[in-house]
């Protein structure tokens, strides 16, 4: 099988070519990645030399790129997206671009060259849930996004479903919970709390910080997506969560805890606009049609992170530069990493 891997060089994506060659050392891979600021080559430093792996730089919304590499492939998984709800608020239109009319140029070559096309999408599409209740997003829930950037996931999730319908593609969509684990980049919420507290920095948390997620480690997401590309009925939606929902307080306290810290280290600062309240998966489709199950629970895999973080300190400080720097002075003050 050989597969083109979109945004392979960000955090899931990468995680997921990972999983691919563990998991089957004889795929081929290639990896189309722009190489925002947020994707980086050295978390597949180990591919390489590998001669099933293939590396090119470019754009998903680049008609030429893409339908130059589609005939090449079996399968398209589409990982490449503007993903910061910060950033979306700040400059919503690369969200825009990248989003929907790069979903697009994909979805394009995908028909035209007959492909299978399976779709990573997020939970922030369904907008948030009220606090103290049992209620979860389910394939039904119907679309209510809160950010530029779940707006635009909301709209290529949209197109995937027309192009199913309207146009035969054999293509899936999962919606996945807040994912954890190695090589995410250290804007994310718990990266951002490990390297801030690794560096004895203050942890920026956002307003009260009850706001709640759903937390899926990511090597069980992509067991998930590889269930559902291999397994999933064509046309259908999957939801991939983790049943470890926990608010973001509870989540730094808890790193505070396990890095042997106090939480003198918590600094909260102005919510966000239109910041979700919580969020929260019933992955009852996946698991019962599919048989998912999850590898980790959320304590397991936190410690497993944190360790990962602790043990690769040269591939994160790289990336305390000086847009990355400015950017998180601007949003929290000189607090922030």
Wanted: charged share 25%; net charge neutral; aromatic share 12%.
């Amino acid at each position: 099988m050989k597969y083109l891997i979109t945004g392979g060089a960000g955090f899931i994506g990468s995680n997921f070519i990972h999983y691919l060659f563990k998991t089957y050392p004889d795929v081929q891979v290639i990896n189309l990645d722009k190489l925002t600021y947020a994707g980086n080559l050295d978390s597949l430093k180990k591919f390489e030399q590998n001669l099933n792996y293939t590396f090119v730089k470019g754009d998903i919304a680049d008609a030429k790129v893409v339908n130059e590499l589609v005939p090449q492939v079996d399968v398209i998984v589409n990982f490449a997206a503007e993903t910061h709800v910060d950033r979306s608020i700040l400059g919503p239109a690369v969200f825009i671009q990248t989003n929907v009319v790069g979903t697009q140029v994909l979805l394009d070559a995908a028909v035209r060259f007959k492909k299978r096309f399976h779709h990573i999408s997020t939970d922030e599409v369904f907008g948030d849930l009220p606090l103290g209740t049992d209620d979860k997003f389910n394939e039904n829930t119907p679309y209510n996004p809160s950010s530029p950037y779940s707006a635009s996931k909301a709209a290529s999730d949209h197109l995937v479903r027309a192009y199913v319908r309207s146009l035969g593609l054999q293509a899936t969509i999962t919606n996945c919970s807040n994912n954890y684990g190695p090589y995410a980049f250290i804007e994310k919420f718990i990266p951002l709390t490990i390297v801030n507290i690794l560096l004895n920095k203050k942890i920026p948390v956002y307003g009260d910080g009850l706001n709640v997620r759903d937390w899926v480690h990511v090597e069980d997401h992509n067991r998930g997506v590889d269930l559902v590309i291999n397994q999933g009925k064509v046309g259908e939606t999957y939801l991939i969560g983790g049943d470890s929902e926990r608010s973001n307080l509870e989540v730094v306290k808890t790193i505070l805890k396990l890095l042997g810290k106090n939480e003198s280290l918590i600094e909260f600062v102005k919510d966000r606009p239109g910041h979700d309240r919580r969020y929260a998966i019933d992955s009852t489709k996946i698991k019962t049609e599919l048989g998912f199950e999850h590898k980790y629970n959320f304590e397991n895999g936190l410690r497993q992170t944190i360790q990962w973080y602790q043990e690769n300190q040269d591939w994160w400080k790289k990336l305390l530069n000086k847009e990355y720097t400015d950017y998180y002075n601007k949003q929290y003050g000189n607090n922030a990493v």
